[in-house]
């Protein structure tokens, strides 16, 4: 029991630690910053022509595109 009581108080201190690092980053970052860490997209967007919808503003958004990187001939995911 007293192992269990010490490991959750541990756990407790660790988790406020880190609770305090991530809000003094977010406090270092602009506006612009936020936004830009919630809007980033994966390789798999970038590297791939077709569609893809994403929420701005409370709507949905279609984007089409089209890659100009060649495709890959492997058959594998990247």
């Not at 970038?46 to 984007?63: K, Q, Y």
């Amino acid at each position: 029991m007293r192992t269990m009581l010490v490991l959750t108080l541990l756990l407790s201190v660790a988790a406020t630690r880190a609770q305090s690092s991530v809000d003094t980053l977010l406090s270092r970052m602009t506006l612009e910053e936020k936004i830009g860490q919630m809007t980033q997209v994966t390789i798999d967007v970038v590297l791939r022509p077709g569609t893809f919808t994403i929420g701005v503003g409370g709507e949905a958004v279609d984007f089409t595109y089209q890659s100009s990187r060649p495709a890959r001939s492997s058959g594998g995911r990247l």
